[in-house]
C-alpha cells in the first residue's frame, strides 16, 4: 500500500478559503481522493481524479467550491477550498485506490485502499 501524508488543515472563518496538500509514495494509483469524517458522522468522499487522464469527480456538498488537483512530478495531491461552511468541519483524509489490495470506501468509481493519518480542518468564526 502506499504512503499518504496529509498537511494544510487548520482553522478558517466561515466563507474563507484553505488549500490541503498530500505527499504520495511513489506506486500505482488507479485513482486517488480526499475524503472527510465530521464528529459523530460516516467517513464520506469529498473529490476525487483520475491517475489515467485526470477526470474529476465531486461531491454535491462541494461541487463549484473545492477544486481537486494533482502535481504528478512532485507526487503531489491538493483540495482547494473556497467558500468554506461550519458544515465542512471534518478531519479530512487522502486515499487512494492502487491495483493490489481490496479498498474499503468507494467513491467516484474507485475503491480506496491506502489511507493517510488525516487533517482537521475546523471552519468556525
Known amino acids: 500500500q502506499l504512503q499518504l501524508v496529509e498537511s494544510g488543515g487548520g482553522l478558517v472563518q466561515p466563507g474563507g478559503s484553505l488549500t490541503l496538500s498530500c505527499a504520495v509514495s511513489s506506486g500505482f494509483t488507479l485513482g486517488i481522493g480526499w475524503f472527510r469524517q465530521a464528529p459523530g458522522k460516516e467517513r464520506e468522499g469529498v473529490a476525487c481524479i483520475s491517475s489515467e487522464d485526470d477526470t474529476t469527480y465531486y461531491a454535491a456538498s462541494v461541487k463549484g467550491r473545492f477544486t481537486i488537483s494533482r502535481d504528478n512530478a512532485k507526487s503531489m495531491l491538493y483540495l482547494q477550498m473556497n467558500s468554506l461552511k461550519p458544515e465542512d468541519t471534518a478531519v479530512y483524509y487522502c486515499?487512494?485506490?492502487?491495483?493490489?489490495?481490496?479498498?474499503?470506501?468507494?467513491?467516484?468509481?474507485?475503491?480506496?485502499?491506502?489511507w493517510g493519518q488525516g487533517t482537521q480542518v475546523t471552519v468556525s468564526s
Open positions: 486515499a487512494a485506490d492502487t491495483p493490489s489490495y481490496m479498498g474499503t470506501y468507494y467513491f467516484g468509481g474507485y475503491e480506496y485502499d491506502s
